[in-house]
């Protein structure tokens, strides 16, 4: 019913390991303020895999739309809040040690806010669709596969910047940044 869907969040799952480079003991100025970030990011990547395991869990069984729909829900809910905090724990790290330390931190805070609102505008959607007639609610979903790649697409940018300016490396040698998630299937 929704492969679509399925698939986009699964992009969405591997945009968590977009960081790309290994850790090791770099600048101790960027591994203190990566630490100041993954602290606070661990608990969000966890649910925003927890989240994205359960919507592909509904999407691929033959779910009933009411319960395709709580759980999707509920999953865009905890993906909106969780980009929301992961864009406020950067802000609260304040500027990178990086050159154009503020832009990175805008660009990168400014791409999970405008994911957490795609994901809040998603879920209001997904809300507003009517479960009770299955052929619609398909229907519903499939229109909204655009949305979900455009909100995708804001914490793409957000992990590409931080990627782009060097902090990778030190990200990544954190232990709250580290989370294991399933490679795209789409």
């Known amino acids: 019913m929704n492969k679509k869907l399925a698939a986009a969040v699964s992009g969405c ?3 968590v390991l977009v960081l790309s480079g290994c850790g090791d003991d770099g600048d101790e100025k960027a591994n203190a303020w990566a630490k100041k970030v993954c602290d606070v990011w661990e608990p969000h990547l966890d649910k925003v895999e927890k ?4 919507m592909k869990r509904v999407s691929s069984q033959d779910s009933k739309s009411d ?9 865009f809910q905890t993906q909106a809040d969780a980009y929301t905090a992961m864009a406020k724990a950067l802000r609260d790290a304040g500027v990178p040690p990086v050159k154009d330390g503020q832009s990175t931190l805008d660009a990168s805070a400014g791409g999970f806010e405008s994911a957490a609102k795609g994901y809040a505008d998603v879920k ?5 669709l009517d479960a009770k007639d299955p052929a619609k609610f398909a229907d519903g979903l499939e229109a909204l596969s655009a949305d979900i790649e455009a909100a995708n697409q804001g914490s793409k940018n957000a992990f590409n910047e931080l990627n782009a300016s060097g902090m990778a490396k030190a990200l990544n040698a954190q232990k709250g940044c580290k989370v294991a998630a399933p490679a795209p299937t789409g």
């Open 51 to 54: 989240a994205n395991a359960e």
């Open 124 to 128: 209001t959607k997904i809300d507003a």
């Open 67 to 75: 319960e395709v729909q709580k759980v999707d829900s509920a999953a």
């Open 13 to 15: 799952a591997a945009l």
